[in-house]
């Protein structure tokens, strides 16, 4: 008998179910595929590891293999399929047995199935797990939410299985319902806004410094050694050098530049505008994408109007010590935002999300872990809910960075570069530091066509008409 049940055996699936057994832990799989039980069960022989799963195609078989409460861990596509494998083990499922999601599921579709498994006893988890496959199979982030009483079943598995920062697993339960799946999408999120930050840096290099992809790869290298230094620099600076093995010319040149997506970065922007928070950075790192994917668009757009991303004219080593600034002070904006989201939705949901550990579990194992979130978990500890930008580390970086980004979007603005990430960080800073901003005029037009009202400067908390709305 196993003490865990695994369903979909797929990349992430048969990855994690090796690494549970690495760990020590009897697995029993379930999926519809032979041939993919053959190939886990060939990797786990290899790996020395045979002994620890257990194969099934049959869901009644599978169940009965495991101890009570039976505890299953799903890792198949989210929305159909997922429902398909809940709705095939639920009729052999018992009264206070076990069900984590864990895939990219949207976090309302998670409270929904929770309710629905509610009435029937079985306790159901929606946990975000990142790290791709190499994560999955050596040490993945893992958020978990959902129901509180059944995260004792599970805890120690997943922390002997999630990676660790200073011997801390990055692994941990948030809060209740689908708040797992939030924090998972919301990491998805600023996910797309550093990547689209990286993008821009390249193109800044490739386009306006006349670049090669190997020189840029030497500059992303290089940033490793100061406080950009992450996961998603350091792959940058391998996707830039890597040659393409038909051709022999760098791999990212013969990569058609049209962006895919799978919804997790467009949930988060939703979600912000549904919660009223700011959220532009990761607007511009979705639409980026759209208008990327739009290609043969594009390809008339430049016929018609000519190429942007000119050269720019900027001494080359002046210019890149400025990104580098620019880069640290547009990623403070991006984490600001997406933290500031967190905290909204766990007000909003009084889900309780404690910030400073959401981003320990970030520190190693996901896709954004970096060395800045150690320092982002540090003033979370320093100031619980706090505003980001305004840490003193964060303020630092924003007050000594704001000229270098100012002058890089400059640069690169007036040479015809798009740079929607960029341009949003400077916005977003600017926006914030504006003590007398101009929402005065949006609320005196919101008055004379719709008799809105307004408060005045004067007589704040009172609302009141502007003289255009006199008959006499
Ligand atoms: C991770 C990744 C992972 C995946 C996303 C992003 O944390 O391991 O974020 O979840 O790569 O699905 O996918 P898209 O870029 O296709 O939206």
């Not at 016929?303 to 990104?323: H, I, M, Q, T, Y």
């Not at 996901?366 to 982002?376: A, F, G, H, K, N």
């Amino acid at each position: 008998m196993a003490h865990l049940g695994l369903v979909g055996i797929g990349v992430m699936g048969s990855a994690f179910a090796l690494n549970l057994a690495e760990n020590g832990h009897d697995v029993s799989m379930l999926d519809r595929t032979k041939d993919k039980m053959s190939a886990v069960a060939h990797e786990a022989t290899t790996a020395g590891l045979r002994g620890a799963l257990s194969g099934f195609l049959d869901p009644k078989e599978f169940l009965s293999s495991l101890l009570t409460p039976k505890t299953v861990l799903i890792l198949v596509p989210a929305g159909g399929p997922l429902d398909a494998v809940i709705a095939s083990l639920k009729p052999h499922l018992s009264r206070g047995d076990i069900l984590a999601d864990l895939g990219n599921s949207n976090w309302e579709e998670t409270e929904r199935r929770g309710a629905d498994l509610d009435p029937f006893g079985i306790r159901f988890l929606g946990m975000g797990i990142s790290g791709g496959a190499d994560g999955a199979r050596h040490g993945p982030s893992i958020m978990a939410g959902g129901s509180p009483d059944s995260w004792s079943a599970l805890e120690g598995p997943l922390k002997d299985a999630a990676a660790t920062f200073e011997g801390e697993p990055c692994c941990a339960w948030f809060g209740p319902g689908g708040s797992g799946h939030f924090i998972k999408m919301l990491h998805n999120g600023i996910e797309y806004a550093d990547m689209q930050l990286i993008a821009e840096a390249y193109g800044l290099m490739r386009d306006g410094l006349g670049m090669d992809a190997a020189a840029t790869g030497d500059v992303f290298e290089g940033w490793m050694n100061g406080p950009l230094n992450s996961y998603l620099i350091e792959i940058a600076a391998e996707v830039c050098r890597a040659s393409d093995p038909k051709t022999g010319n760098a791999m990212l040149d013969m990569i058609h530049d049209a962006a895919g997506q799978k919804g997790t970065g467009r949930w988060s922007v939703i979600e912000a505008l549904h919660l009223g928070a700011a959220t532009s950075m990761m607007v511009a790192a979705v639409e980026a994408r759209n208008i990327s994917a739009d290609w043969d668009a594009r390809q008339a757009f430049e016929e018609r109007f000519g190429s942007g991303a000119g050269k720019l004219s900027d001494d080359r080593s002046v210019f890149l010590k400025r990104l580098e600034t620019a880069m640290l002070a547009a990623k403070v904006g991006a984490y600001t935002q997406g933290f500031n989201v967190l905290a909204r939705a766990s007000d909003t949901f009084g889900w309780g999300l404690d910030l400073a550990a959401i981003a320990r579990v970030w520190r190693a194992g996901c896709i954004i872990r970096s060395v800045m979130l150690d320092e982002i978990s540090d003033a979370f500890e320093a100031n619980p809910g706090g505003d980001l930008a305004q840490a003193p580390i964060f303020a630092e970086r924003l007050a000594s960075g704001a000229t270098s980004l100012r002058e890089t979007v400059v640069a690169g603005i007036s040479a015809n570069h798009a740079m929607p990430s960029f341009g949003a960080a400077l916005n977003y800073y600017n926006l914030r530091r504006t003590g007398r901003g101009t929402a005065n005029m949006i609320q005196g037009l919101r008055d004379r066509f719709g008799a809105h009202s307004f408060e005045r400067i004067d007589d704040r908390g009172v609302f009141s008409n502007g003289p255009w709305h006199r008959s006499d």
